[in-house]
């Protein structure tokens, strides 16, 4: 009649426990206390047995108490409580799988009865005896080392208050019985016979031990590791157990080694850090079955307490215990590398020399010698690198952070069958691209992170190596990969984050080092690149050339021009449009508009009308191309291999973003409103926002200018090549100077014959422009008039500005280049000069004789308005200036054929270039041109 037993006992039990309580509470007879515990012991068994928590619970504290050691009143101990704590260690051995939560008030009694035992004994040892394994450890832990007689002393003295001598040998003689033989074997038998617990009752012990470990370390009278070593006696004897089990004790321990390793008290840290070092090897020594992570459980609390503790003590423990388990077990890590390498990371960013060094140097290890075991956990492996690559206060350790780097690119394209075998956690990405996912792909992101953080010679060199990999080994890329790879090279010049400082030295430095990198790997894989990115590096130059830095906008502009020299003569005419759309566009969003309609900010408060800004003509039939850069907000269209190109498109990488950097923002272009602070501010701090309101809108203009004069002479370099127009330009002055020399010294000059003056200095110059990189061949009329266009634009924006002299003194009142008075004379030539070279490279061109027409009409219209407007000029340096494009058109001029020189000179609206004459000329433009005119009298004398 099992069934009975539960409900009866439920209606009497509390009976039972005040009879069995009083009558050991008052009973001194030995046979009255035998059978009171005896009540007690069977009714644990059959709460135990029926599962019954509050009965059992019940009993069990009472028959704690009766032990005197849970309140430490030992100075009333007596026999009888001796015989009550023999049994609540037999309940200990009989019913241990059903005692669930009272197993921590027994653990209490049995942590209480040790520090008994030591006061019954009296016995003077190490209060840490058992924790330290080797000659290291000890050393370290030398200096918690105590007298635990003394510690009871304390704890006693915390709960009865002052005692005499006699009174503590009285207490330590009654205590004796404590230490007998018997005891202390079946004390030790609780924690031995743990390994025969079950799979929940051993769960359920282990937390009540940790439990009272912690409550025995936060005692701060004397706090006690009995416990503590405890739990690592019971790990050995548990060590057979299956995974799933361990899998349910280490979530419990691990939570209590992350607390104690973080404990404040050094002493105790290290000892929980030392023990947790000696399970660990334990269980490497164990391996690890496959799809089991066990041992990145049991390794969890060295990075938890890395992470969290203050201490250098404890985190040099904490390296110095990992890098034992790498040296001795490097063969048997498995899951546990991600919780090794999060050690180091953390590690990586200290500021101990020592520390590093040592968390180093085992890193280095790994990486050369046992680089096929960080397989699985490469990618917490490189970002462990990266950290010590971005230390800032060991540059030199950083540098050998991003050798390893390099080393693994290596590594990964001379074995990359490692990252292909399938894991768990990739099954979905194929065989070939878990090269890319697992090795590459984490290799260049680390490159660009510490790209972003580090200092200058850190990230110069993190920026080498990165696209040095590219170089290396891009061939074995594939085209999705470039892909996934330029959206973070392109991350490089996302600065937004970075202090203004920190900004304009990063625009200097790396962004131009980061763009002519990106342009040489791109070069270098033209061909696979360039239909699905072409887009984004022509936004990407565009994006640099707006940016409020003149060095980073220069740089944009620079790469632009070495892009298209070195790969020029590998586009089509879709990539050529979208070339020039690209130029098209920063010419527009770089056209300093403001410098036209500034006024200062004294007559803005007048409310005087700010004049409208000029409007550039553009020559008929340049919209359609035009069209394509309006377009280019939208998203690219990629072509797909083998079929139509997309339309041309230009978009810039970063706009998704607003960058207030950005020249083009919204905020930039109200900078010139800004320049009022609102009404009812002070006047010195209305004065001071004027100015610096003013002060960054010239800057911004300033650089503007100078990109507009750069954009120029790209499109010239682009199209005649680098040295072509200077060589002409310099042989031509050279030639005009000789001869004025020849003038005067009195040497007799021959008559030239029709058309010598073009033949002598033009026919060389084509030559060494044919020698020379030149893309001119490779555009079309339609392209280059296109370009033609841009340049006249320019040409006249300059020319309206370089007019205004009313403007140019007020902006150089107002600080604007204050050193001279601001002028556009470099630009107004620069641009003139480029249109007349490709107008006169179409118009003799034989390829482009369909449009010779039309060239001719507006070749004659722009160098008469150039001659027209030299006529007006007053400055003598600016009639300086336009000396080699007077030179230049007078020479090629002369190098007409017949019919054209017909048509251009000896009609009567070319007499306006003798209104040259009266000019007060330079001698080399005088002897050029009384050459040309005396070529017009000889063509004038043979047509009669």
């Given at each position: 009649?099992?069934?009975?037993?539960?409900?009866?006992?439920?209606?009497?039990?509390?009976?039972?426990?005040?009879?069995?309580?009083?009558?050991?509470?008052?009973?001194?007879?030995?046979?009255?206390?035998?059978?009171?515990?005896?009540?007690?012991?069977?009714?644990?068994?059959?709460?135990?047995?029926?599962?019954?928590?509050?009965?059992?619970?019940?009993?069990?504290?009472?028959?704690?108490?009766?032990?005197?050691?849970?309140?430490?009143?030992?100075?009333?101990?007596?026999?009888?409580?001796?015989?009550?704590?023999?049994?609540?260690?037999?309940?200990?051995?009989?019913?241990?799988?059903?005692?669930?939560?009272?197993?921590?008030?027994?653990?209490?009694?049995?942590?209480?009865?040790?520090?008994?035992?030591?006061?019954?004994?009296?016995?003077?040892?190490?209060?840490?005896?058992?924790?330290?394994?080797?000659?290291?450890?000890?050393?370290?832990?030398?200096?918690?080392?105590?007298?635990?007689?003394?510690?009871?002393?304390?704890?006693?003295?915390?709960?009865?208050?002052?005692?005499?001598?006699?009174?503590?040998?009285?207490?330590?003689?009654?205590?004796?019985?404590?230490?007998?033989?018997?005891?202390?074997?079946?004390?030790?038998?609780?924690?031995?016979?743990?390994?025969?617990?079950?799979?929940?009752?051993?769960?359920?012990?282990?937390?009540?031990?940790?439990?009272?470990?912690?409550?025995?370390?936060?005692?701060?009278?004397?706090?006690?590791?009995?416990?503590?070593?405890?739990?690592?006696?019971?790990?050995?004897?548990?060590?057979?157990?299956?995974?799933?089990?361990?899998?349910?004790?280490?979530?419990?321990?691990?939570?209590?080694?992350?607390?104690?390793?973080?404990?404040?008290?050094?002493?105790?840290?290290?000892?929980?850090?030392?023990?947790?070092?000696?399970?660990?090897?334990?269980?490497?020594?164990?391996?690890?079955?496959?799809?089991?992570?066990?041992?990145?459980?049991?390794?969890?609390?060295?990075?938890?307490?890395?992470?969290?503790?203050?201490?250098?003590?404890?985190?040099?423990?904490?390296?110095?215990?990992?890098?034992?388990?790498?040296?001795?077990?490097?063969?048997?890590?498995?899951?546990?590398?991600?919780?090794?390498?999060?050690?180091?990371?953390?590690?990586?960013?200290?500021?101990?020399?020592?520390?590093?060094?040592?968390?180093?140097?085992?890193?280095?290890?790994?990486?050369?010698?046992?680089?096929?075991?960080?397989?699985?956990?490469?990618?917490?492996?490189?970002?462990?690198?990266?950290?010590?690559?971005?230390?800032?206060?060991?540059?030199?350790?950083?540098?050998?952070?991003?050798?390893?780097?390099?080393?693994?690119?290596?590594?990964?394209?001379?074995?990359?069958?490692?990252?292909?075998?399938?894991?768990?956690?990739?099954?979905?990405?194929?065989?070939?691209?878990?090269?890319?996912?697992?090795?590459?792909?984490?290799?260049?992101?680390?490159?660009?992170?510490?790209?972003?953080?580090?200092?200058?010679?850190?990230?110069?060199?993190?920026?080498?190596?990165?696209?040095?990999?590219?170089?290396?080994?891009?061939?074995?890329?594939?085209?999705?990969?470039?892909?996934?790879?330029?959206?973070?090279?392109?991350?490089?010049?996302?600065?937004?984050?970075?202090?203004?400082?920190?900004?304009?030295?990063?625009?200097?430095?790396?962004?131009?080092?980061?763009?002519?990198?990106?342009?040489?790997?791109?070069?270098?894989?033209?061909?696979?690149?360039?239909?699905?990115?072409?887009?984004?590096?022509?936004?990407?130059?565009?994006?640099?050339?707006?940016?409020?830095?003149?060095?980073?906008?220069?740089?944009?502009?620079?790469?632009?021009?070495?892009?298209?020299?070195?790969?020029?003569?590998?586009?089509?005419?879709?990539?050529?449009?979208?070339?020039?759309?690209?130029?098209?566009?920063?010419?527009?969003?770089?056209?300093?508009?403001?410098?036209?309609?500034?006024?200062?900010?004294?007559?803005?408060?007048?409310?005087?009308?700010?004049?409208?800004?000029?409007?550039?003509?553009?020559?008929?039939?340049?919209?359609?191309?035009?069209?394509?850069?309006?377009?280019?907000?939208?998203?690219?269209?990629?072509?797909?291999?083998?079929?139509?190109?997309?339309?041309?498109?230009?978009?810039?990488?970063?706009?998704?973003?607003?960058?207030?950097?950005?020249?083009?923002?919204?905020?930039?272009?109200?900078?010139?409103?800004?320049?009022?602070?609102?009404?009812?501010?002070?006047?010195?701090?209305?004065?001071?926002?004027?100015?610096?309101?003013?002060?960054?809108?010239?800057?911004?203009?300033?650089?503007?200018?100078?990109?507009?004069?750069?954009?120029?002479?790209?499109?010239?370099?682009?199209?005649?090549?680098?040295?072509?127009?200077?060589?002409?330009?310099?042989?031509?002055?050279?030639?005009?100077?000789?001869?004025?020399?020849?003038?005067?010294?009195?040497?007799?000059?021959?008559?030239?014959?029709?058309?010598?003056?073009?033949?002598?200095?033009?026919?060389?110059?084509?030559?060494?422009?044919?020698?020379?990189?030149?893309?001119?061949?490779?555009?079309?009329?339609?392209?280059?008039?296109?370009?033609?266009?841009?340049?006249?634009?320019?040409?006249?924006?300059?020319?309206?500005?370089?007019?205004?002299?009313?403007?140019?003194?007020?902006?150089?009142?107002?600080?604007?280049?204050?050193?001279?008075?601001?002028?556009?004379?470099?630009?107004?030539?620069?641009?003139?000069?480029?249109?007349?070279?490709?107008?006169?490279?179409?118009?003799e061109a034989d390829r482009f004789s369909s449009c010779w027409t039309d060239v001719e009409q507006q070749l004659m219209g722009v160098w008469r308005k150039a001659v027209s407007y030299y006529c007006t000029l007053s400055s003598q340096k600016q009639r300086h200036e336009w000396m080699n494009v007077l030179l230049l058109l007078f020479d090629r001029l002369a190098a007409m054929n017949e019919d054209r020189f017909d048509r251009h000179l000896l009609s009567v609206e070319s007499c306006m270039i003798f209104d040259i004459l009266p000019l007060d000329l330079e001698p080399e433009i005088r002897c050029t041109m009384r050459n040309l005119l005396k070529a017009m009298h000889l063509r004038s004398c043979s047509g009669r």
């Amino acid at each position: 009649h099992i069934e009975h037993v539960r409900p009866m006992f439920k209606m009497a039990w509390t009976p039972f426990l005040a009879a069995l309580s009083l009558s050991l509470r008052d009973a001194d007879d030995m046979q009255m206390v035998t059978l009171c515990l005896d009540g007690f012991r069977c009714a644990i068994r059959i709460a135990s047995i029926f599962n019954m928590q509050l009965e059992r619970n019940a009993f069990v504290q009472s028959l704690a108490k009766f032990t005197l050691l849970t309140n430490m009143g030992l100075s009333e101990m007596k026999p009888k409580n001796i015989e009550t704590i023999k049994t609540l260690i037999a309940v200990a051995h009989s019913e241990g799988n059903y005692l669930q939560e009272s197993w921590h008030e027994i653990l209490n009694v049995v942590s209480q009865l040790e520090l008994a035992q030591l006061i019954g004994t009296g016995v003077k040892t190490r209060y840490i005896s058992s924790g330290a394994t080797d000659a290291g450890s000890a050393g370290a832990l030398a200096g918690s080392i105590r007298d635990s007689t003394a510690a009871a002393n304390e704890l006693l003295e915390g709960a009865r208050g002052k005692m005499d001598q006699k009174t503590l040998a009285t207490i330590q003689e009654s205590m004796g019985e404590t230490s007998s033989q018997s005891v202390v074997v079946a004390v030790d038998r609780i924690f031995t016979s743990s390994s025969l617990l079950d799979g929940d009752a051993i769960v359920d012990f282990v937390r009540a031990l940790c439990s009272v470990s912690v409550a025995e370390l936060e005692n701060k009278v004397a706090p006690r590791m009995f416990c503590l070593t405890k739990i690592v006696e019971i790990s050995y004897y548990n060590m057979g157990r299956i995974r799933l089990e361990w899998s349910r004790i280490w979530a419990v321990l691990g939570d209590y080694f992350n607390k104690v390793g973080c404990n404040p008290n050094d002493e105790i840290a290290f000892f929980a850090i030392d023990s947790l070092r000696q399970l660990s090897i334990k269980f490497l020594e164990k391996g690890e079955l496959a799809n089991f992570r066990f041992q990145k459980d049991f390794l969890k609390p060295f990075e938890y307490v890395m992470k969290r503790t203050r201490s250098l003590n404890i985190r040099d423990m904490i390296v110095s215990c990992t890098e034992q388990m790498v040296s001795k077990q490097v063969h048997n890590i498995k899951s546990g590398w991600v919780n090794i390498f999060a050690v180091f990371h953390k590690a990586a960013s200290d500021r101990d020399e020592k520390l590093l060094e040592k968390a180093f140097f085992r890193i280095s290890k790994i990486f050369e010698d046992h680089f096929a075991s960080t397989i699985d956990t490469f990618q917490d492996a490189i970002k462990c690198l990266s950290e010590f690559a971005c230390n800032p206060s060991y540059p030199d350790t950083g540098m050998e952070a991003i050798r390893l780097i390099d080393l693994c690119g290596e590594q990964l394209a001379k074995r990359p069958e490692l990252f292909r075998e399938q894991t768990p956690a990739d099954e979905s990405v194929s065989g070939q691209d878990s090269v890319w996912v697992r090795g590459w792909f984490p290799v260049l992101v680390e490159l660009s992170y510490v790209v972003s953080r580090c200092k200058l010679d850190v990230r110069t060199r993190a920026l080498t190596v990165m696209f040095n990999i590219m170089k290396s080994y891009g061939s074995q890329f594939a085209l999705h990969w470039w892909e996934d790879l330029f959206s973070v090279v392109f991350r490089i010049f996302d600065n937004t984050m970075l202090p203004d400082m920190q900004k304009s030295e990063w625009m200097t430095t790396t962004c131009p080092h980061a763009l002519m990198a990106i342009v040489n790997v791109f070069s270098q894989y033209f061909e696979k690149l360039a239909p699905v990115l072409l887009d984004d590096l022509f936004g990407q130059f565009c994006w640099c050339a707006q940016q409020e830095n003149k060095d980073l906008a220069a740089a944009g502009l620079d790469c632009l021009e070495s892009f298209v020299l070195s790969n020029g003569s590998y586009f089509d005419e879709t990539i050529w449009d979208k070339t020039i759309s690209c130029i098209l566009k920063i010419f527009e969003d770089t056209v300093p508009h403001k410098l036209l309609t500034w006024v200062p900010a004294d007559q803005q408060d007048e409310g005087n009308e700010q004049p409208s800004p000029i409007s550039i003509p553009r020559r008929a039939g340049t919209e359609p191309l035009r069209q394509v850069e309006n377009n280019s907000s939208e998203t690219p269209r990629r072509a797909a291999p083998g079929g139509a190109a997309p339309t041309p498109t230009v978009e810039t990488p970063l706009a998704k973003k607003p960058d207030p950097t950005s020249v083009t923002s919204p905020a930039m272009d109200q900078s010139q409103d800004s320049l009022a602070p609102p009404v009812g501010t002070p006047a010195l701090e209305r004065r001071q926002t004027v100015d610096e309101a003013q002060r960054r809108l010239f800057a911004t203009l300033t650089i503007r200018c100078q990109v507009q004069r750069a954009l120029i002479r790209t499109m010239d370099h682009i199209l005649f090549s680098s040295v072509s127009s200077k060589e002409e330009d310099s042989r031509l002055v050279h030639a005009a100077a000789t001869e004025v020399s020849q003038q005067k010294s009195g040497s007799p000059r021959p008559s030239p014959a029709l058309g010598s003056i073009g033949s002598s200095v033009s026919m060389p110059i084509r030559r060494s422009m044919s020698n020379n990189v030149a893309m001119e061949p490779c555009l079309n009329a339609k392209q280059l008039l296109y370009l033609v266009d841009l340049l006249l634009r320019s040409h006249e924006f300059a020319k309206s500005f370089n007019q205004n002299e009313d403007l140019r003194a007020k902006l150089w009142k107002a600080g604007f280049m204050d050193r001279l008075k601001p002028n556009m004379w470099s630009q107004e030539v620069a641009s003139i000069a480029c249109a007349l070279r490709v107008l006169f490279l179409i118009y003799e061109a034989d390829r482009f004789s369909s449009c010779w027409t039309d060239v001719e009409q507006q070749l004659m219209g722009v160098w008469r308005k150039a001659v027209s407007y030299y006529c007006t000029l007053s400055s003598q340096k600016q009639r300086h200036e336009w000396m080699n494009v007077l030179l230049l058109l007078f020479d090629r001029l002369a190098a007409m054929n017949e019919d054209r020189f017909d048509r251009h000179l000896l009609s009567v609206e070319s007499c306006m270039i003798f209104d040259i004459l009266p000019l007060d000329l330079e001698p080399e433009i005088r002897c050029t041109m009384r050459n040309l005119l005396k070529a017009m009298h000889l063509r004038s004398c043979s047509g009669r």
